[in-house]
C-alpha cells in the first residue's frame, strides 16, 4: 500500500515537472517570437541628481508583453531568457534598440542623455563582445561615453575569467561600466579590486531599510564613502519616498533612481521629459 502511494506520488510528481517543463518551453519559444515580432519594449527610468532633480541619465529596462498573457515581469524572463541562452540575441536587440532610440533624440535636436543597460554575463562572454559594441555605436554615430554597461558581480560569479577580461577590453575601449545592485553579492569588496568601474550601484535593499535598521545606513554611509574615495560615480537605487532622498543627500550621495522621482516610462513619455528639461 505504501510502496503503491509512493508509486502515485512520483507519478504525480512526474506529471507535475513535465507540465512546468512544456510551459517553460512554451514561454522561451512566445519569447523567442517577440524579439522578432515586436513584441519587446524599452521603458527608461530617469536617474537625478538629488541636489537640483535634474535628469542626467535613465537606464533602459527592457519589457516584453505576451499577446496572449499580458507583460510578464523582467524577473520572469529574464531568468529564461539566461537558461536558453536567448539573453544573447535579446541583449543583441536591447542594444540596437538603445542606439536607434539615441539617434531619434538626436535628430529631435534633443541634448543626448547617457543611457544604461544592463548586460547579461552571457553577452560579456561572446567572442569579442567589447569589439562588437564599438562598431554598433560607430554604425550609428555615437559617442561610446553616452553608454553604461551594468553588470551584477552575482552574474560574474560564473564564470569570472572570461568575464573580466571581456570587461578589461570595454574599459579599454573608453566605455563606462557601473556594478549594479551593489552590497548584495558574496565579494562585493573583492570585486572593487579586479573590476574596471566607472559607477557604483547602492542594492535598493539598503536604501530601503536605511530608517529602519542602523546596519543599513551603515553600509549606505560606508558605500558613499568608498565611492568617494575611489572616485566612481554613485547612484542609490530604489529611492521611494522624501526622507531617503534627503537622507541620501545629507550623507554626500550625489545620483539617485527610484519610484520618489520617476517609474519606469516608455520611450514617447521620457522624450516629453527630455524636450522639457532641454527647454
Ligand atoms: P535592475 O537592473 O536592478 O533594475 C532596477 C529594477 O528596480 C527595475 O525592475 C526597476 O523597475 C525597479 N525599480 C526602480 N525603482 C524602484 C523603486 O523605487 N522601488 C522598487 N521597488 N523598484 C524599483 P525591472 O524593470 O522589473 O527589472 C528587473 C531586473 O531585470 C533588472 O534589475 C535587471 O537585472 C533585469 N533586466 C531588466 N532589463 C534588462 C535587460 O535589458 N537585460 C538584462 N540582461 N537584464 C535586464
Ligand atoms: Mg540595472
Ligand atoms: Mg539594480
Ligand atoms: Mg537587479
New binding site residues.
Given amino acids: 500500500e505504501a510502496k503503491k502511494a509512493g508509486r502515485d506520488t512520483f507519478r504525480f510528481f512526474d506529471q507535475k515537472m513535465s507540465r512546468e517543463a512544456r510551459d517553460k518551453l512554451q514561454l522561451e519559444q512566445a519569447l523567442r517570437t517577440a524579439i522578432r515580432s515586436g513584441g519587446l519594449s ?2 527608461f ?1 530617469p536617474k537625478v541628481d538629488l541636489s537640483n532633480g535634474q535628469v542626467f541619465g535613465a ?5 516584453w508583453t505576451h499577446p496572449e498573457m499580458g507583460p510578464i ?3 520572469v524572463f ?1 531568468p529564461l ?2 537558461d536558453s541562452g536567448l ?1 544573447v540575441d ?2 543583441s536587440w ?1 542594444m540596437h534598440k538603445t542606439c536607434e532610440t539615441l539617434v531619434a533624440w538626436r535628430k529631435a535636436g534633443l541634448a543626448l542623455p547617457r543611457i ?5 554575463v552571457q ?1 560579456l562572454e561572446q567572442d569579442d563582445f567589447a569589439g562588437w559594441l564599438e562598431e554598433l555605436l560607430a554604425s550609428y554615430q555615437l559617442d561610446l561615453q553616452l553608454l553604461e554597461l ?1 553588470i ?1 558581480e552575482t552574474g560574474l560569479m560564473k564564470n569570472e575569467k572570461r568575464a573580466l577580461l571581456s570587461l578589461a577590453r570595454l574599459q579599454a575601449k573608453g566605455f563606462r561600466i557601473a556594478l ?2 551593489f552590497g548584495t553579492g558574496y565579494s562585493s569588496l573583492s570585486y572593487l579590486r579586479k573590476l574596471p568601474l566607472s559607477t557604483l ?1 547602492i ?2 535593499s539598503f ?2 531599510d536605511m530608517s529602519l535598521d542602523r546596519v543599513s545606513l551603515s553600509i549606505v554611509n560606508t558605500i558613499i564613502q568608498l565611492a568617494k574615495d575611489l572616485s566612481l560615480d554613485l547612484v542609490a ?4 519616498d522624501f526622507g531617503q532622498a534627503e537622507q541620501l543627500m545629507k550623507l554626500g550621495c550625489q545620483h539617485a ?4 522621482f520617476y ?2 516610462m516608455a520611450e514617447d513619455k521620457f522624450t516629453q521629459l527630455l524636450a522639457a528639461s532641454n527647454s
Fill in positions: 524599452l521603458n527610468q537606464e533602459a529596462l527592457l519589457r515581469s523582467p524577473s529574464i531568457a539566461e539573453i535579446i541583449g536591447v544604461a543597460v544592463n548586460i547579461s553577452q551594468e551584477t549594479d545592485d550601484k542594492d535598493r536604501i530601503q537605487e530604489g529611492v521611494e533612481q527610484g519610484f520618489h517609474r519606469p
